[in-house]
């Protein structure tokens, strides 16, 4: 993938509110579970889950199963290319 194309995925995985709150809290808290974003976010617990497989899918969010839940944090090198994707337009 291209410079343009990562940064143009990563935007898009940006491009709705919901999200950059999403990211936003887990940059805060460090890590979570689902449940836990559902209760800071006005959204149905599969609406969240959407906007979390989004986030993970363009590689700004990791998830690590524990036990029956999964426990999202921001992936902060992830979140560094970015910047500097920004950066260099």
Same mark, same amino acid.
């Given at each position: ?5 990562? *940064?143009?995925? /990563?935007?898009?995985? +940006? ?5 950059? $709150? @999403? #990211? =936003?809290?887990? +940059?805060?808290?460090? !890590?979570?579970?689902?449940?836990? @974003?559902?209760?800071? /976010?006005? #959204?149905? %617990? !599969?609406?969240? !889950? %959407?906007?979390?497989? %989004? +986030?993970?899918?363009?590689? *700004? ?7 029956? =839940?999964?426990?999202?944090? $921001?992936?902060?090198? =992830? /979140?560094?290319?970015?910047?500097? #994707?920004?950066? !260099? +337009?």
């Amino acid at each position: 993938m291209t410079n343009d194309q990562t *940064l143009a995925t /990563l935007c898009k995985a +940006l491009g709705h509110p919901a999200r950059v $709150a @999403i #990211l =936003r809290h887990l +940059l805060q808290v460090n !890590s979570c579970i689902c449940g836990d @974003i559902v209760n800071i /976010l006005p #959204l149905a %617990q !599969s609406t969240v !889950s %959407q906007h979390l497989k %989004q +986030l993970k899918e363009a590689g *700004l969010i990791r998830g690590e199963i524990e036990g029956p =839940r999964i426990c999202y944090c $921001a992936d902060k090198d =992830r /979140l560094a290319a970015f910047k500097n #994707l920004i950066l !260099s +337009l």
